[in-house]
């Protein structure tokens, strides 16, 4: 298993958070140019980053039980190969899973014509354990239903970090929720107990 360590996070940026939240907006259309680790790195940071020294991240999660896993479609990365790899935020360092042009299968898995989902730089699947927060949180009603729900409330934290980071960067993205989960599964060759939730499209601008 082959394992690339991410530059170092940045700590600060130049733009402000609240011309970040000005400035935020989906971006369908990228140009044609790689994006650079550095910015990869950072915008997965944002996502699901360990902050410090506890095992806290840049996101929430309800009682900590942190059910989402994060894989990188890599289509035009500079220095990565295109493929799948998998965010490992216990080092800040990417697992190579396998290679290949996926985004184009991808594609395919999107309801609906949704050509930004072949055309971006780098996807990144949100991919829940749904089944064991339904366990976690059985005690909580609506039975079988609120393990879920907060699976879907965290995809929606992460996913603002990611696109209030991209903004800062000059990365576009779009996050695409409308997808076939069985096809998303097969060509990511998902474990079962995972669920695609959310696939976050991202380019240079
Ligand atoms: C839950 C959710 C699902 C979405 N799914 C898709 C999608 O499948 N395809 C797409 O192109 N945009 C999708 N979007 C992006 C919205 O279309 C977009 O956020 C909306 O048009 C508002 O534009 P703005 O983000 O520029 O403010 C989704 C947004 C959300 C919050």
């Keep these: 298993m082959m394992k690339i360590k991410l530059p170092q996070q940045e700590t600060e940026n130049s733009i402000s ?28 940071f944002a996502a699901q980053g360990r902050r410090g020294n506890d095992n ?12 989402i896993s994060t894989y990188i479609v890599v289509n035009k990365v500079s220095g990565l190969t295109p493929g799948l790899y998998q965010f490992d935020n216990s080092d800040h360092s990417l697992v190579e899973m396998k290679t290949g042009l996926i985004s184009e299968q ?17 996807i990144v699947v949100l991919a829940g354990n749904i089944q064991s927060m339904n366990q976690h949180f059985s005690e909580q009603p609506p039975l079988n239903k609120r393990g879920e729900r907060y699976n879907y409330i965290e995809v929606g934290a992460i996913v603002q970090n990611m696109q ?19 096809k998303v599964k097969t060509i990511l060759s998902l474990p079962t107990e995972l669920e695609p939730s959310a696939l976050v499209c991202m380019g240079n601008i």
């Design 164 to 182: 209030l980071q991209g903004t800062a960067l000059d990365i576009g993205m779009v996050l695409v929720g409308g997808f076939n989960n069985d």
């Design 17 to 44: 958070l609240e011309s970040a939240f000005r400035k935020r907006e989906t971006k369908r259309e990228y140009l044609d140019t790689p994006i650079s680790l550095t910015k990869l790195s950072q915008i997965l």
């Design 56 to 67: 806290k991240l840049t996101a929430p999660s309800a009682q900590g039980q942190y059910p």
């Design 106 to 122: 991808l594609e395919e898995a999107a309801l609906g014509e949704q050509a930004w989902v072949g055309n971006a730089a780098a």
